[in-house]
């Protein structure tokens, strides 16, 4: 499985960004699919994640300002990011587990190559 992420860029604080995630072959409903963040020098942390119809998880930092989803016909995932902020700065991962409920970053199998989101203020 290969994800391409894609969608980052530059911008301003307030302003809002969907990430995609699109996989090379079709994404098991019993898999978990999420998208992580980091910083330079900085563990890699949770922003949402989702699996098997559950309801989403979502980082504290995020909650109320983001939103995950997935398009099977696609196979895409997505992230929609609303009110932004500069501490949201970081590279965003897509990920894929091939168990449900994973939450943990080094639990995942897959990992597209990351996208650069910058907020300026």
């Known amino acids: 499985v290969q994800l391409q992420a894609s969608g980052g860029g530059l911008v301003q604080a307030g302003g809002s960004l969907r990430l995609s995630c699109v996989a090379s072959g079709s994404i098991s409903s019993l898999n978990s699919l999420a998208w992580f963040r980091q910083t330079p020098g900085k563990q890699r942390d949770l922003v949402a994640a989702m699996s098997n119809g559950d309801g989403a998880v979502y980082g504290d930092s995020v909650l109320g300002r983001t939103t995950i989803s997935r398009d099977n016909s696609k196979n895409t995932l997505f992230l929609q990011m609303n009110s932004l902020r500069p501490d949201d700065t970081a590279v965003y991962y897509c990920?894929?587990?091939?168990?449900?409920?994973?939450?943990?970053?080094?639990?995942?199998?897959?990992w597209g190559q990351g996208t650069l989101v910058t907020v300026s203020s």
């Open positions: 990920a894929e587990a091939r168990s449900p409920h994973i939450l943990r970053p080094d639990e995942y199998d897959y």
